[in-house]
Nanobody
């Protein structure tokens, strides 16, 4: 069965860093894209960026430019989101998802999410 599980969230000070992980199982990980998304409380879910199986990156928003970096390690069936210089506006539940491509809203599988809270 396809599974995605996020980890690495938590409480961090403004200006701090976190590295989120997305552990995948149940499918040919290297052939599929992984996208990172977030949903602040009371707001709509937004796409951050996506990485294809071969490592091509598609960015969806500019608000994290120069601060967030997506990557993947196919040998470990894991994708990552490195988050630096965190701001209060980054507070949200962060999700990873997989699909055959890098659509703006994947129709494949989603993880349950991990909470990121940036203190002010």
């Amino acid at each position: 069965q396809v599974q995605l599980v996020e980890s690495g969230g938590g409480l961090v000070q403004t200006g701090g860093s976190l590295r989120l992980s997305c552990a995948a199982s149940g499918f040919a990980f290297e052939k599929y894209s992984i996208g990172w998304f977030r949903q602040p409380l009371g707001k709509k879910r937004e796409g951050i960026s996506c990485i294809t199986g071969s490592g091509e990156i598609i960015n969806f928003i500019d608000s994290v430019k120069g601060r967030f970096t997506i990557s993947r390690d196919n040998a470990l069936n894991t994708a990552y989101l490195q988050m630096d210089s965190l701001k209060s506006e980054d507070t949200a539940v962060y999700y990873c998802a997989t699909d055959e491509d890098c659509p703006e809203y994947p129709t494949g599988y989603w993880g349950p999410g991990t909470q990121v809270t940036v203190s002010t």
